[in-house]
């Protein structure tokens, strides 16, 4: 059975600094690029950033770029979003998952391309 589970997310104030992980089970995690999404409620689930599996080339949304940081451990079996600067803006769920059509990180890469979503972990970034 294959697993996905987010952890690290917490209340922060602006400017903060936190480490998202994404802890794969039930599959070889280098086989798959993987990406983190955030959601708003009331909002579409929202594409932050993805990590290739071939070669570990990155990808992000416009809205974290430079800010956010997405890296890979395959012998941990962990995937990791590191983010700087955090404003109230990116305040969500934030979800990892698997996408199962390619292994290289694009900007057409759709959602629906990705499966084995997590529970998701909560950031809020107030004052």
């Known amino acids: 059975q294959v697993q996905f589970v987010e952890s690290g997310g917490r209340s922060v104030q602006p400017g903060d600094s936190l480490r998202l992980s994404c802890a794969a089970s039930?599959?070889?995690?280098?086989?798959?690029?993987i990406g983190w999404f955030r959601q708003v409620p009331g909002m579409r689930r929202e594409g932050v950033s993805c990590v290739s599996a071939s070669d570990g080339s990155t990808y992000y949304a416009d809205s974290v770029k430079g800010r956010f940081t997405t890296s890979r451990d395959n012998a941990m079996s962990t995937v990791y979003l590191e983010m700087n600067n955090l404003k109230p803006e990116d305040t969500a769920v934030y979800y990892c998952?698997?996408?199962?059509?390619?292994?290289?990180?694009?900007?057409?890469?759709?959602?629906?391309?990705?499966?084995?979503w997590g529970q998701g972990t909560q950031v809020t970034v107030s004052s």
């Open positions: 039930g599959l070889t995690l280098g086989d798959y690029a």
């Open positions: 998952a698997a996408n199962l059509m390619r292994r290289l990180c694009t900007p057409g890469a759709r959602e629906y391309e990705y499966a084995y």
